[in-house]
Nanobody
Framework: QVQLVESGGGLVQAGGSLRLSCAASGSIGSIYVMAWYRQAPGKQREVVANLSSGGRTGYVDSVTGRFTISRDNAKNTVYLQMNSLKPEDTAVYYC?????????????WGQGTQVTVSS
């Protein structure tokens, strides 16, 4: 069983920065994708950034150039550095890990952390 614990959310003014952390406990294996999603009020959850076990990253267009996903393997932690924040970045941010094995794919989610960007 994998547990994900997020931290780092908060209130920031437009143009500011925040760094989200997601610490994973349990075995996530060797083939996985870690990602950050967000969900704003009244909107569907969307993927913001992902990072594969092979090191490939991907970003939604709206955050490209402003957000950076990274990981610390020794700490089993994935980060989302968010710069030049905008009010439209306000949402609950969720950490996700998708573990891929020969027979199955499993998704695990964190509890979410609120990010509020004031104008």
């Amino acid at each position: 069983q994998v547990q994900l614990v997020e931290s780092g959310g908060g209130l920031v003014q437009a143009g500011g920065s925040l760094r989200l952390s997601c610490a994973a406990s349990g075995s996530i294996g060797s083939i996985y994708v870690m990602a950050w999603y967000r969900q704003a009020p009244g909107k569907q959850r969307e993927v913001v950034a992902n990072l594969s076990s092979g090191g490939r990253t991907g970003y939604v267009d709206s955050v490209t150039g402003r957000f950076t996903i990274s990981r610390d393997n020794a700490k089993n932690t994935v980060y989302l550095q968010m710069n030049s924040l905008k009010p439209e970045d306000t949402a609950v941010y969720y950490c996700n890990v998708r573990i891929i094995s020969v027979l199955t794919t499993s998704d695990y989610w964190g509890q979410g952390t609120q990010v509020t960007v004031s104008s």
